[in-house]
């Protein structure tokens, strides 16, 4: 039988549960800042700043093996990272070059296909049917600075490079030879986030940040264009719910600019955010409230964004010998694996596997979706779990309006089966239940909004305490009138 111990009173819960598990916090384990080192492999070693033996970097799962896939200066490499600490080279993938070879790569991939560019010929397309032995399949297109894709809706953008703009193909028609579909020439587009109805568009020498409606891609429809502060933007990520995006440039020495695009036809700049040694951001990722970003010769930065208006660094880990601002060190990465782990490809040094260690959730299992199809989603709010902030909160988002919503506590993950949703924390202890209800317009899906204060007292021990949580809210729609969010694990910071 499942059981639940409730508790009325959300201060102070860290205390609460501490105690009332028997538990003592873990000691927190990092390299860096808040960051771990897993792995580092340099297949091609001997970079220096003039000669860069790496570019980008991407992830993907297959068969439950998570894969990464390492564009180098001579071609693309593949590791099996299923287990992180001991990454094996399962392929390389020769790729076109120029001269002595060119390291200008971007690589993406939509289920087991994966997509490399670059500026010195076709797209190849790989396959990853079997993860163990990755192959060639063939090429298609033209030259391209950088690849993006809509997974859900099949479309590959093509920025920069002989298309100049964006090239768009669809992969639903032909995942190996693609046709094209669409095309904008004007501006020149760097990179680029297709996201659904929209694509949000890093305007190199246009100095703008665009957005266009991408309903018909035959027919792309600019939204806006907003100049930029340095009017040379690099990449664009936006948060889920597509209502802030953050836009690096890349001028040296350069930020990135967080915008409100709650209004698609009117961005609002927000703020700026810069590396505190001064180092050059490039490429930016986001993952619920963190944004990850790859920033040149200071390696990564995790970076809360539950406050878009005052980011705020959380980690770092620094993969490069170089310092300054120069074009060196961390090209990007990949935070999107299951593991939670985070994958680095520094131009000089190759390839690295990390994980922060506190204030980045892990988000595991599967959610329940309720009505109309609703997952509701947990993060955080009110800035990271760390020593002395009292204004951290959980928060279950996309639930019912005004629906009853239990966050389940507990010290360990778990996976049973419960009502026709998966209870993704241990139930070995029964979890401490505390119950809110969730604001928004009653009874419409995906209007509710549940928080739950869980401010951490300032007291040095609570470091590296960790906690699991999921949030459980009532819903007609939802099996057995229940839908859940996934788990999502987090480690208090000192």
């Not at 002989?162 to 095309?183: E, F, H």
């Not at 939802?478 to 208090?492: D, K």
Request: proline share 7%; glycine share 12%.
């Amino acid at each position: 039988m499942v059981q639940f111990r409730s508790l009325t009173s959300a201060v102070p819960v860290l205390v609460v549960i501490a105690a009332s598990l028997h538990l003592a916090p873990n000691a927190v384990r990092a390299q860096g800042t808040n960051v771990r080192l897993l792995a580092h492999v340099d297949r091609f070693p001997g970079g220096t700043a003039s000669s860069n033996n790496y570019a980008g970097i991407w992830g993907t799962v297959v068969n439950g093996r998570e894969i990464a896939i390492v564009p180098a200066r001579t071609g693309t490499l593949f590791y099996d990272c299923t287990n992180p600490s001991s990454p094996v080279e399962v392929a390389f993938i020769p790729g076109p070059t120029g001269g002595a070879g060119y390291f200008w790569r971007e690589v993406q991939s939509c289920g087991i296909y994966v997509y490399i560019a670059s500026e010195h010929g076709a797209f190849q397309v790989v396959s990853l049917a079997n993860p163990a032995s990755p192959q060639l399949l063939g090429t298609f297109g033209n030259t391209a600075h950088t690849v993006s894709i809509d997974c859900n809706r099949r479309i590959l953008w093509a920025s920069g490079g002989a298309g100049r703009g964006v090239v768009l193909y669809d992969l639903a028609a032909n995942p190996i030879s693609p046709p094209q579909i669409g095309v904008r020439s004007n501006p020149y587009v760097h990179d680029c986030l297709p996201n659904g109805r929209y694509c949000y568009l890093a305007q190199m020498f246009d100095g703008s940040f665009g957005i266009v409606d991408a309903t018909n891609p035959a027919n792309l429809v600019t939204v806006s264009r907003t100049p930029t502060p340095s009017a040379f933007p690099h990449n664009v990520a936006v948060d889920a719910d597509e209502t802030w995006a953050i836009v690096t440039e890349e001028q040296r020495g350069d930020c990135f600019t967080v915008y409100d695009i709650t209004n698609k036809a009117a961005p609002i700049q927000l703020v700026r955010w810069c590396s505190p040694t001064g180092a050059t951001v490039h490429n930016v990722f986001v993952t619920g409230s963190i944004a990850h970003l790859a920033c040149y010769a200071d390696g990564l930065f995790t970076i809360d964004m539950s406050n878009p208006s005052a980011p705020a660094m959380i980690g770092q880990y620094d993969t490069s010998a170089f310092s300054g601002n120069n074009y060196v060190g961390d090209w990007g990465c990949y935070p999107f694996q299951p593991s939670g782990v985070v994958y680095l490809s520094d131009m000089q040094s190759g390839f690295w596997i990390v994980e922060p260690t506190c204030g980045v959730p892990w988000h595991y299992g599967n959610a329940t979706a309720g009505t109309g199809g609703v997952a509701p989603r947990i993060d955080f709010d009110g800035g990271v779990a760390k020593v002395g902030n009292a204004g951290h909160q959980l928060v279950a988002e996309h639930t019912v309006g005004g629906a009853q919503t239990a966050f389940l506590l507990a010290f360990a993950a778990g996976n049973t089966p419960f009502s026709g949703i998966d209870v993704l924390v241990d139930l070995s202890v029964p979890p401490i239940a505390i119950s809110v209800t969730a604001n928004g317009t009653a009874g419409v899906a995906g209007a509710g909004r549940a928080v739950l204060p869980l401010g951490v007292p300032n007291s040095a021990a609570l470091a590296g305490f960790t906690l699991f949580v999921q949030a459980v809210t009532f819903d007609a729609g939802g099996p057995q009138g229940l839908a859940a969010t996934r788990g999502m694990r987090f480690t208090v910071c000192p």
